[in-house]
Structures are given as C-alpha cells and as structure tokens.
C-alpha cells in the first residue's frame, strides 16, 4: 500500500506544479488604447437578480470606454422580482432592456436572443450578480484586433468577507482560474467562465455542439471548445488584473450547494481527454484522502504515518499554489481559512463528482432545471 500511496501524491505534487507553471507562463495582457476602438455589445443574461443588478449596471457605466462605442443588452429570462425596474431606473442612455418571449427560457436562449439584437460585431459577456472594474472593457476591446484570438475569457473572483464560506469558494475559483489559464496558455485544454467572456459573433455563427440541447447550463463550455476544435490557437486568456470581474459569493452552504449541483453537469460536456483526466485524476485522489484517513483513525499503528504523509503532502501542494494565486490578486487573507477550507474541498469534490456522474434536477432562481 505504501509505495501506491506515495506514487499517487507524486503525482499530484507534479499536477499542481505543472498547472502553476501554465498559468505563471500566461503571459501578462495590458490593456491599452485600441485605435480604432472597436464596438462592443455588453450581453447581461439575468434572473430575478433585484439585490445585484444595479451595482451590476453601475461598474459596467463607470467604465473608461467611449459611451458611443458600447451597448448594454440586458437580457431578462422572465424574472418574478423586481430586475427589470431597478435596471430602468438606472437611466443608462446605451442600455437595452430586452424580455424573453414566453416560449423561450434560460441562459443560452437569453444570449442567442442578445445576439440577434446586437448592435456591433463584438460581445463581451456577464452576469447579472458581478461586478466590473473600470477598464473592463478596454481590457477586451485591447485584443479585438487581434486576428488569432477569436474568443477570450478572463478571471472571475468572488468577493469575500472573511468568512470561512467565502474564503474557500474564492480559493476554489481562483484553482479553477489557474487550470483555465494553463490550458489556454499550453494550447492543449479550454475552459471559460461566461460572467468574463468575449468574443466576435460572426466568427461563432454556426458553431454548434450536439450535446447543446441536453444542458440547461454550458454556453460559455460548448462555445470556446468548439470554436477551439475548428480554429487552432483561436482562444486567448486575458491575464490582466484590469480585466477581472468579481461575483457575488453564496451566502449559505445550501445555496453554494445548490449552485455547484448546477455546475457539476458541466463536468460531463467536455469532450476533452486533458480536462476529464484532470477531473478524474482529482476526484480520485480527494477520494484516496479519505479512504488513508479513514484507515489511519481506524488503525493508527499501521496507517496513521502514511495518513499524515498524504495530507501533508497534498497541503503542502495546494497552499502553494493558493499563496502564490492570492498573493498575485491580492487576497493574501483569504489563506487564514486554508485548513478547514482544505477538508472541505475534500467532500466537495466528492459531491461533485458523484453530481456529474448521476445528474439530476435542481432549483435554480425559482425554477426547476434538469
């Protein structure tokens, strides 16, 4: 058992360190003024978000871009709260409120109605509870013109507030970030986050997946790996701090579960032999945690070293690369919650993983959603 267990923590040292070295490899994009600066559709899906919406519009016209040269498509998917009037009462000039028809629902039926309304041949997405800062768009207007990238993804973050909850779903998103990153950069994986996404829609025409219609969630998924199967070194991540977009952390661990039971289905879309061995990879060394630790309290005497071993090698790999992520975005202190955060990420995954194999229902703002 010893030289297995060992086998699989080096394994694991030399994952983290080769998704480290991806994602410091990624180089360093500062935005800069574009000439001519490119039109840009800003696409807002959103549901029953009346508690962020206006904070939401607020940074998106707080940016420093010309207002002539953007546009606002707030996309409502028929909320049941008070959404649509508080982004009324914005009085922002450039934007557009449109209402799904009563025969359409959901995210991807949101963005495609966005697109057919859009005014300029370049969209940058978001989310409806996220927060950009103020070269958001400039940061992405920066690599319209350039010919090899046709879609670009950058960093979301969620905001915290010293609690253990927060904390730990930042270090998760900020994990999550550094494998997008270092797929991108190596041009062997693609993933994307669609609340910080950009791309050309005349390019992304036609692009379907056969799988599209099985998920309610995965635009931003089905989308960058399509487009990365036809057109080779056409996706880019946008390493620029200037271009990071913060989200609204989950307030309660139901909700955080709920919210990751969407996000587990997402796991079964890729086609991709990189990304499903790293899920897999992961899932069975969280597994292989539990089961040493289980043996180590069971019998102490002839599995507690190995225990240890395991956990502190496997800490030892993660707080690495957590401080150098959060040192690097400047949220040193969220590692204050390292420890509890790293068991739990342990169940975490589990659930996860044990989500995407047996994928069920779930509620989502209000609504049931296979």
């Not at 300029?120 to 090899?148: E, M, P």
Request: with cysteine; net charge neutral.
């Amino acid at each position: 058992m010893v030289w297995p267990v060992f086998l699989v923590a080096a394994c694991y040292l030399l994952l983290i360190r080769w998704v480290y070295a991806g994602w410091k490899g990624t180089k360093e994009v500062l935005s800069h003024v574009a000439d001519p600066l490119p039109g840009v559709s800003i696409l807002i899906p959103v549901r029953n978000e009346e508690d962020n919406i206006l904070t939401c519009l607020q940074s998106i016209k707080d940016n420093d871009y010309p207002k002539d040269k953007y546009e606002i498509l707030l996309i409502d998917d028929h909320s049941t709260d008070s959404t649509v009037l508080k982004a009324i009462d914005c009085s922002i000039s450039n934007l557009k409120i449109i209402s799904l028809p009563a025969n359409k629902t959901g995210k991807k039926a949101a963005i495609s109605e966005g697109l057919s309304m859009a005014g300029f041949d370049f969209v940058l997405c978001t989310d409806g509870d996220c927060r950009a800062g103020s070269q958001w768009i400039k940061s992405h207007a920066s690599n319209y013109y350039d010919s090899r990238k046709y879609l670009n993804t950058a960093t979301v973050l969620p905001e915290t507030d010293g609690s253990i909850l927060a904390d730990f779903q930042w270090m998760d998103f900020a994990m999550t970030m550094a494998v997008t990153s270092c797929g991108i950069s190596r041009d062997l994986f693609f993933l994307a986050n669609g609340a910080n996404m950009s791309y050309k829609p005349s390019v992304a025409a036609g692009l379907k997946d056969s799988r599209d219609q099985e998920y309610a969630s995965g635009d931003d998924i089905f989308l960058v790996q399509a487009m990365a199967g036809k057109f080779s070194g056409s996706i880019g991540f946008i390493k620029d701090k200037q271009a990071l977009v913060t989200t609204k952390a989950e307030k309660s661990w139901a909700d955080f579960l709920r919210q990751r039971t969407r996000w587990a289905t997402k796991s079964l879309m890729t086609s991709d032999l990189y990304v499903k061995t790293i899920q897999a990879f992961v899932f069975f060394v969280n597994l292989l945690l539990v089961i040493i630790l289980v043996a180590g309290i069971a019998k102490p005497s002839d599995f507690g070293i190995y225990a240890l071993c395991f956990i502190v090698l496997k800490a030892a790999a993660d707080y690495f690369m957590l401080r150098a992520l959060a040192g690097y975005y400047g949220h040193s202190g969220v590692l204050r919650s390292f420890f509890p955060a790293f068991f739990i990420y342990t169940g975490y995954i589990l659930y996860a993983g044990t989500m995407a194999l047996f994928p069920s229902e779930y509620q989502w703002k209000g609504r049931q959603v296979k």
